[in-house]
């Protein structure tokens, strides 16, 4: 199981740009890479996902080197409303390997 | 909107007791995910069902079970409950198997142990 590791929290200012870096040195070859945004009470909500290089939609890029050891979630111009925690987590719930959910990263965007 | 529902949305009862959660996915997703999320706490995986089948089975006490029908929703049944067990009890379903962690997640449902 793929352990990652992430900053407990971050704080950022609107319209800045902010990357959440997470590092998962035992991913396997099958995993892939993803990013979780959860707001208080609610559930998560998927960002991006990736397997390698870069990866743009519109709302995150997700940036992970050719080892893949890690991987940064880059969220442009934030807003107020990009307060909330973050999710990195490695694996392939798609084939049985369980995900494992830690603490994330919790963003705090101040006017 | 994700698509996945969830009943109740609150739920308060007394220690010993059992309750049933009630998880439909989105339509066309086969795989539903049970998770637990207690105050301040990442998120638990529970287990994973696909198909009917149980596929995948995290940190699920053996107090708790869970089981998937024919028409794929999914009930997680909770007994003999402590004031421990108090969450948020998160379902989530997904399209297909083999197409990564994207995973749609329900309210949730909160409950709340007396």
């Known amino acids: 199981l793929a352990k990652t590791t992430q900053p407990i929290s971050m704080d950022s200012y609107e319209g800045q740009e902010v990357n959440i870096t997470c590092s998962h040195n035992n991913i396997a070859t099958n995993d892939y890479i993803t990013w979780y945004q959860q707001f208080p009470s609610q559930g998560p ?67 | 909107d994700s698509g996945v529902t969830q009943t109740p949305k609150h739920l308060i009862t007394a220690t010993g007791q059992r309750v049933t959660l009630r998880c439909s996915p989105r339509s066309g997703d086969l795989s539903v995910y049970w998770y637990q999320q207690s105050l301040d ?49 998160f379902c989530a379903s997904s399209v297909v198997q083999g197409r990564g962690n994207e995973q749609f997640f329900g309210p949730g449902t909160r409950l709340t142990v007396l």
């Open chain 1, 45 to 111: 909500r998927f960002i991006i996902q990736g397997y390698k290089t870069k990866v743009t939609n519109e709302v995150a890029s997700l940036f992970i080197p050719a080892d893949r050891k890690s991987s940064t979630l880059s969220l442009p111009r934030v807003s107020l409303s990009d307060t909330a925690v973050y999710y990195c987590l490695v694996g392939n719930a798609g084939n049985n390997r369980k995900l494992i959910w830690g603490l994330g990263t919790s963003l705090a965007v101040n006017p």
């Open chain 2, 41 to 89: 706490q990442g998120l638990q995986f529970l287990i994973q069902y696909y198909n009917g089948e149980e596929r995948a089975k995290g940190n699920i006490l053996e107090r708790f079970s869970a089981q998937q029908f024919p028409d794929l929703h999914s009930e997680l049944n909770l007994s003999s409950l402590e004031l421990g067990d108090s969450a948020l009890y």
